[in-house]
Antibody, heavy 119, light 107 residues
Framework: EAQLVESGGGLVKPGGSLRLSCGVSGFTFSDAWMSWVRQAPGEGLEWVGRIKSKTAGETTDYAAPVKGRFTISRDDSKRTVHLQMNSLKTEDTAVYYC??????????WGQGTLVTVSS | DIQMTQSPSTLSASVGDRVTITCRASQSVSDWLAWYQQKPGKAPKLLIYKASTLQSGVPSRFSGSGFGTEFTLTISTLQPDDFATYYC?????????FGQGTKLEIK
């Protein structure tokens, strides 16, 4: 059974930075394309970005609201994916989930980590 | 970016009803369309992927259809556990997008 554990959330001031991590087990991480999805309080799901596997070029794609501010990376040896968030805005306040792709969709989810951007 | 529009935003129904939720894409996504159920405080649960493939373990009262730009999620006979919020999601080579959600409420 796949398990994903997100960490690194917390309270940060506008303009600040935060690095989220997601440790995974129960599936072949090195083959997985990994996405980050967020959900602001009381709002819907929003795709943040993804990183492909090394064999697919380890390329990244980002949603327009975070492009240029967020960076996704992965460490296959540690089975971990990271989300570096810079120049944070109040509208980035959300629960952040990491999730692997399966046929263009997401089967496995962690519990999420809450990021609060507030002065 | 591809926009996904769900309708209705809120749906009131009773146990035993048949309900349909629609998701429209701003351009063709082929069959790269998934449906999720989410309950408060929980992560989303995958119901349908590739537009019409039922995820393992999901009850057969859930079904999906569509191709290109118009998709539907149907629940054939509503059960008490089905009252939740539902999202569609498209995948393409550049980005994913979720619909804004449909809240299914008890009438």
């Amino acid at each position: 059974e796949a398990q994903l554990v997100e960490s690194g959330g917390g309270l940060v001031k506008p303009g600040g930075s935060l690095r989220l991590s997601c440790g995974v087990s129960g599936f072949t991480f090195s083959d997985a394309w990994m996405s980050w999805v967020r959900q602001a309080p009381g709002e819907g799901l929003e795709w943040v970005g993804r990183i492909k596997s090394k064999t697919a070029g380890e390329t990244t794609d980002y949603a327009a609201p975070v492009k240029g501010r967020f960076t996704i990376s992965r460490d296959d040896s540690k089975r971990t994916v990271h989300l570096q968030m810079n120049s944070l805005k109040t509208e980035d306040t959300a629960v952040y989930y990491c999730t692997p792709y399966h046929e263009g969709s997401y089967v496995y989810w962690g519990q999420g980590t809450l990021v609060t951007v507030s002065s | 970016d591809i926009q996904m529009t769900q309708s209705p935003s809120t749906l009131s129904a009773s146990v035993g009803d048949r309900v349909t939720i629609t998701c429209r894409a701003s351009q063709s996504v082929s069959d790269w369309l998934a449906w999720y159920q989410q309950k408060p405080g929980k992560a989303p649960k995958l119901l349908i992927y590739k537009a019409s493939t039922l995820q393992s373990g999901v009850p057969s009262r859930f079904s999906g259809s569509g191709f290109g730009t118009e998709f539907t999620l149907t629940i054939s006979t509503l059960q008490p556990d089905d009252f939740a919020t539902y999202y569609c999601q498209q995948y393409n080579s550049y980005s994913d997008t979720f619909g804004q959600g449909t809240k299914l409420e008890i009438k």
